[in-house]
């Protein structure tokens, strides 16, 4: 249950939640509903939970009074359910290959979530050197003691809270701990608010963020999902922080597996809204295109030159920014790479090159490009994908100034606008009105780089007159 504005309204916990029955209540709803429907309809848009009729009743009448904008947002800051349900669904997509709902939340979606819920700009999420994660005091030697003096819920020896613990498989199980009975490692922290712990940040785990997604700890709640700085967290290279581009989520979705090509291609997916087939230009200069390219697939030059070089040219172009990143053994790794040691198994050795060693291994193509540094060219910018509007610069080193650019990126606005209509309109936009409506909310968005504007100004969009 989960209070709001003096009334009590279930809530969709799991973050699995299904919203067919709020497509199905939205389908007969009509065009011209007046507050009562509108402020309902604002509610199931925005948090994925239905408004008993004490709700309802308050929500209509603040809909008379303050209007359709500043309902909405009283309902974002009031109710949790924007950032557990309807966030959570949005972001985690973004995440893995699959594009499923069903992740697990992450470093990556908690700071897409933070990002939104604080009101930053949101663009920073692309280049800057932040990132979300859970934080309280320690439990340790020095500090269980402390606890129990400054704690309401450690005011008594034995206090117990309960605790989720998770195989190398991410099967998970709990278990209830008594504080006097955990080891005092200095890795678990006490969420004085919900009498529980969670453990700290690991760059090698998702443990954290699977702990407090089992216990559906608030993800708004300040106090307790907290913005930081990834230095020293997730990697201690300073080059290599660039946003969500540098968090262990996206380097476990998109670094861990070949040559990081993903990495551009599920950009462009989840933030321009385009496949690469839709950038494909054969009259791009294929000078980046990698060695590990055939060109002449299935002993066809002319697949090559009429399909396969008008992603690649491209792409290749663009991906040289995450050549310096691999994600082994459960971590990022940027830069500093290993291979075994071929007179001693034990050992491995610390290669020369800042390059991922997977980027030029398969050599296919011997005159193709060999990958030597992180500077990336955009090729796009000219031609056919030159409406995508791309930010000013054309080329740079590494992610963080590729990261830049795509902050700046026409497409970016425009793209997520339209998700976010879809989210919280439950269809996709058909005819000119629509087109207006999403360009309106773009533009919006731009001037604002308020991603939870963004939600607010698309939901009143779609509740009817």
């Known amino acids: 249950m989960n209070n709001f504005l003096g009334g009590t309204v279930s809530v969709k916990k799991n973050h699995k939640f299904l919203v067919t ?23 199931s848009s925005l948090t994925g939970g239905t408004a008993n009729k004490q ?23 009031g109710n949790y359910g924007f950032y557990n349900v309807t966030l959570k669904n949005f972001y985690t997509p973004m995440s893995n290959e699959d594009g499923t709902q069903f992740a697990s939340l992450n470093d990556m979606t908690a700071t897409l979530i933070g990002a939104t819920r604080d009101e930053i700009n949101f663009f920073r999420v692309f280049w800057d050197d932040i990132f979300y994660k859970f934080d309280g005091p320690l439990i340790s030697n020095s500090s269980k003691n402390g606890l129990k003096n400054n704690s309401p819920h450690l005011s008594s020896t034995g206090t117990k809270f309960p605790l989720y613990f998770f195989n190398q498989n991410g099967e998970g199980s709990s278990t209830t701990k008594s ?26 785990k998702n443990d954290q963020y699977e702990q407090a997604e089992k216990m559906n700890l608030p993800l708004s709640d300040r106090n307790i999902l907290k913005q930081s700085q990834q230095l020293t ?15 262990r989520g996206w380097a476990k979705a998109y670094y861990e597996a070949g040559t990081n090509r993903a990495s551009f291609a599920y950009f462009a997916k989840n933030f321009l809204c385009l496949e690469m087939e839709e950038l494909n230009d054969t009259t791009i200069p294929d000078f980046r295109v990698r060695r590990d390219v055939d060109r002449a697939p299935g002993g066809k030059a002319e697949t090559y030159k009429t399909y396969c070089v008008g992603c690649h040219a491209g792409q290749d172009a663009l991906g040289g920014a995450f050549t310096y990143y691999d994600f082994v053994e459960g971590k990022m790794r ?10 001693d198994a034990n050992e491995v050795i610390l290669l020369a090159s800042p390059v991922a ?30 409406y995508i509007g791309w930010g000013a610069a054309s080329s740079g080193n590494g992610a963080k100034s590729l990261g830049k650019m795509f902050a700046e990126t026409k497409q970016v606005r425009s793209c997520l606008a339209k998700q976010v209509f879809k989210t919280v309109c439950y269809r996709e936009p058909a005819g000119e009105e629509d087109e207006k409506t999403i360009k309106t909310l773009a533009e919006n968005f731009d001037k604002d780089s308020n991603m939870k504007n963004l939600f607010i100004n698309a939901a009143v969009t779609c509740i009817g007159e």
Not at 27 to 38: F, I, N
Not at 58 to 71: A, D, V
Not at 235 to 246: N, P, R
Request: charged content about 25%; proline content about 6%.
């Open 357 to 386: 060693p997977k980027i030029n291994a398969n050599n296919v193509f011997p005159d193709g490009k060999i990958t030597q540094s992180d500077s990336w060219i955009n090729l796009w910018n000219e031609g056919q994908n030159a």
């Open 233 to 247: 967290y997730t990697t201690k290279a300073e080059d290599a922080i660039a946003g969500i581009f540098s968090t």
């Open 179 to 204: 504080l006097d009975n955990l080891a005092p490692t200095n890795d678990w922290m006490y969420l004085n608010d919900y009498n529980t712990a969670v453990r700290i940040y690991n760059p090698t």
């Open 21 to 43: 029955s709020l497509i199905l209540a939205t389908a007969s709803t009509s065009l011209y509903a007046g507050p009562r429907e509108q402020g309902k309809k604002l509610f």
């Open 55 to 77: 709700l309802a009743d308050e929500l209509e009448k603040k809909m008379k009074e303050k209007g359709p904008h500043k309902t909405a947002r009283d309902i974002v800051e």
């Open 334 to 343: 940027y830069s500093e790479h290993y291979i075994p040691d071929p007179e």
